[in-house]
Nanobody
Framework: QVHLVESGGGSVQAGGSLRLSCAAS?????MAWFRQAPGKEREGVAS???????SYAESVKGRFTISRDNVKNTLYLQMNSLKPEDTAMYYC?????????????WGQGTQVTVSS
């Protein structure tokens, strides 16, 4: 079992930045960020496997950066140039294995609100 706790969400104006963190109880090979806006399906934002293989949704490429500290078992998401459409609940997810979508375990989420 993996316990994930997100932090760092909040309200910011368009063009601003936020840094999300996700503390994991143990190391997992794959960690990822997902988000879900009201009335929409949950979507993948970014993922990282092993020592640093990353992938991003097209909508956040060039603005968001995913990283991890494997000593602290902590995942980060640096979000720059935020847009109102980035408003959503952001969830941390993890899996001990790769190739399965990185969504075996979930955190409770942290709200990000971007105003225009």
């Amino acid at each position: 079992q993996v316990h994930l706790v997100e932090s760092g969400g909040g309200s910011v104006q368009a063009g601003g930045s936020l840094r999300l963190s996700c503390a994991a109880s143990v190391y997992t090979f794959c960690m990822a960020w997902f988000r879900q806006a009201p009335g929409k399906e949950r979507e993948g934002v970014a993922s990282i496997e092993g020592v640093g293989r990353t992938s991003y949704a097209e909508s956040v490429k060039g603005r968001f950066t995913i990283s991890r500290d494997n000593v602290k078992n902590t995942l980060y998401l640096q979000m720059n140039s935020l847009k109102p459409e980035d408003t959503a609940m952001y969830y941390c997810a993890a899996d001990f294995y790769g190739g399965r979508g990185c969504r075996q375990y979930w955190g409770q989420g942290t709200q990000v609100t971007v105003s225009s």
